[in-house]
């Protein structure tokens, strides 16, 4: 899915959400003179991390419960540690690479860089 898409969807998503309707995010083309309000951005950048981290919270509960429901059971414990060490290498790559990505942003933004979506897509 190509970048201009997926963050038009996310800020539709946002948009979408009763309790964001008196914060609404809008996306203007640069070439008109117009521009992405920083504090926008901003928060929904943040917005994306939170439900990251929320969704990584959720799995290590899930992980913790799964040990604790089969102590004793190493054949199902072994299962366990490799379902845990295989979501760790996908989801944690992603996240991480979600938090890089949205701290570039950030950075770009408050050094008042016109291009940060050209920078971020080229490398």
Do not use: P
């Not at 992405?36 to 929904?44: D, R, Y």
């Not at 604790?68 to 060490?85: F, V, W």
């Amino acid at each position: 899915m190509n970048c201009t898409l997926n963050l038009n969807l996310k800020i539709n998503e946002y948009n979408g959400s009763e309790a964001n309707k008196d914060k609404q995010v809008k996306i203007g083309n640069i070439s008109t003179g117009e521009y992405v309000n920083k504090k926008a951005i901003t928060m929904l950048l943040n917005e994306t991390l939170k439900g990251k981290e929320t969704e990584l919270a959720t799995a290590n509960t899930l992980i913790a419960d799964l040990k604790k429901a089969t102590n004793g059971n190493e054949d199902l414990q072994a299962k366990i540690s490799g379902y845990e060490n295989r979501y760790y290498q996908s989801t944690g790559a992603a996240f991480e690479e979600t938090r890089l990505k949205s701290a570039v942003k950030v950075a770009l933004l408050s050094a008042k860089s016109c291009r940060c979506g050209i920078i971020l897509h080229s490398s």
